[in-house]
């Protein structure tokens, strides 16, 4: 049985940690927005180089476990002389993970665009930035806002890994209730919860998103 008392009297264990994910989430969103972008463009761009970094970055990075990659920059790290703390190494690894697969949904958005739209931005004087920027990602992170919405939610959910590094997230904290209160069910319940708060609104508004920006076009 749920014994909400475990909710009242660990209520700001709960709450650091709430905040605490949201602002790795946060940071892991935008942090792999921009990566899987860039990574996106690679793929798909004339220039050799470029298109086997980010080959080799994607299928790389979606076929190791997250785990692996936090624990990289949790114990590997400090050999080279670089020490990150818990926060630190799972933000950074939840990072590292999420653009591989917001550059594969980025990727199969711009192969979505009508190839004149590229040429027509070349031919009016911008260069491939330019033009990439300008003109084509717009018109491919529009067409992919359903995918990218189910990767930025599970992103919310992969956040948990901190807690294998002390992170500070939601679910270290509801082990730590857990490990004080020895009230297993309880403490996870509520956990849940919390991150039931983060992932419906987000559901939810990727949907009314989905639907406005079908009218407009």
Do not use: C
Request: charged letters at 10%; a positive charge.
């Amino acid at each position: 049985m749920i014994d909400f008392s475990i909710l009242v009297n660990y209520f700001p264990y709960y709450i650091e940690g709430f905040l605490n994910t949201i602002l790795a989430s946060v940071l892991a969103l935008i942090g792999s927005f921009v990566l899987g972008s860039i990574l996106a463009v690679f793929r798909i761009t004339g220039v050799k180089p470029l298109q086997w970094i980010g080959t080799a970055y994607v299928e790389f990075v979606r076929n190791i476990p997250l785990l692996l990659i936090v624990f990289f920059f949790w114990y590997a790290l400090p050999t080279f002389g670089m020490r990150l703390d818990g926060f630190q190494a799972g933000t950074v690894g939840l990072t590292i993970y999420t653009a591989a697969f917001i550059a594969e949904a980025i990727r199969a958005g711009i192969l979505s665009v009508p190839k004149g739209q590229m040429e027509a931005a070349r031919s009016s004087g911008m260069t491939y930035v330019q033009a990439m920027l300008h003109v084509v990602l717009p018109q491919a992170i529009k067409l992919v806002i359903p995918p990218l919405s189910n990767q930025f939610i599970n992103l919310i959910k992969n956040s948990s890994v901190l807690t294998v590094v002390a992170g500070l997230d939601l679910m270290y904290f509801a082990d730590k209730v857990n490990g004080d209160s020895y009230a297993t069910v309880s403490a996870y319940v509520f956990a849940g919860l919390f991150y039931l708060v983060l992932t419906l609104p987000m559901s939810y508004g990727s949907h009314v998103l989905e639907r406005r920006l079908a009218k407009s076009s």
